[in-house]
């Protein structure tokens, strides 16, 4: 039957007004099946998986013989040797991050103000290669600079050396330079989205008006593009403070960090509350970064 149609007798204003209604019944029936999909999959996925895993880690953190007890963070942040090794979290996460954003910008600044043959090719490669596994890049630093490597061997035979002239993996250089050529295209992409909505006129008109490149990079490209840059340097410093792969592959035993010495506390120590509090410590760092890339992403039309 057409819509409209109206049988006799009945008001057209009666008809819109239960057509409404129906509308807004189907409506409520809808929300009320999304919310049931949400309560499953909070149930079912989320609760098993992530909500009763991370529950399970932050009772165990906080309990003891007697009851609930801070003792584990107070071992923990009293331990002379914790308060080193979040130095040396906190050294190489500053360190790795800042130069593998730094560099992650320069690049994707090249590739877009200064395009070149090729230049979708290596974006292609670029994004691929953050599918990589990160101790991949470990392993290939071995055997490139490694001591009995490529590079390594080859310097020595070059210049009549009696040992290898590269001799650095092992240990926080290696770690910093590993971590900087992962994670510096993590920042590549979204500095490149920024640069994207970029109004290209805004660049000319200032070049015109005899703006140099430094003065157009920080008065014209900058204020509109940082949204994306700060995004891609907080997620380039998120990703860097849980790395783990790289730092099990090239830490050397002096070298030890947080995510491994909860690994150790866990496994070698077999002191699961120690652990349990380094891991609450580190979840909620993680979280604070996160948070504050949510923030910043939102910015950007980023959802």
């Given at each position: ?7 006799d ?49 932050i ?41 593998a ?45 490694g ?16 040992a ?12 910093i ?70 730092l ?17 506390a ?14 609450v ?23």
């Open positions: 039957m057409s819509s409209l149609f109206v049988p007798g009945v008001a057209p204003g009666a008809v819109d007004a239960s057509v409404f209604v129906a509308h807004a019944r189907e409506a409520q029936r809808r929300e009320k099946r999304a919310q049931w999909h949400l309560l499953f999959i909070l149930v079912f996925v989320l609760g098993p998986l992530v909500v009763y895993p991370l529950a399970r880690l009772v165990l953190s906080v309990s003891g013989p007697h009851g609930f007890t801070l003792d584990a963070f107070t071992a923990f942040f009293g331990n002379p040797e914790t308060r080193g090794v979040i130095g040396t979290t906190l050294g190489i996460l500053v360190a790795s991050a800042s130069i954003s730094i560099l992650g910008v320069a690049l994707a600044s090249m590739l877009f103000f200064r395009p070149f043959p090729g230049v979708k090719l290596l974006t292609r490669f670029l994004e691929l290669f953050v599918a990589f596994p990160s101790f991949l890049v470990a392993f290939t630093l071995i055997f490139l600079y001591s009995q490597d490529a590079v390594s061997i080859g310097f020595q035979r070059l210049f009549s050396l009696d290898p002239p590269l001799d650095f993996l092992f240990g926080i250089g290696g770690v330079l590993a971590e900087v050529v992962f994670y510096a295209p993590f920042v590549v992409r979204p500095t490149l989205a920024s640069y994207a909505t970029l109004d290209m006129r805004l660049v000319e008109a200032a070049k015109s008006l005899g703006a140099d490149g430094w003065m157009v990079a920080m008065k014209v490209v900058l204020p509109i593009a940082w949204p994306g840059i700060a995004a891609g340097t907080i997620l380039c410093f998120l990703l860097t403070l849980n790395e783990f792969g790289i099990l592959v090239l830490g050397s035993a002096h070298l030890i960090t947080l995510p491994i010495a909860i690994y150790s866990a496994t070698v120590d077999l002191d699961l509350r120690a652990a349990a509090a380094g891991a410590v580190m979840l909620l760092m993680s979280l604070s970064l996160y948070a504050l890339y949510r923030r910043v992403d939102a910015r950007t039309g980023g959802r």
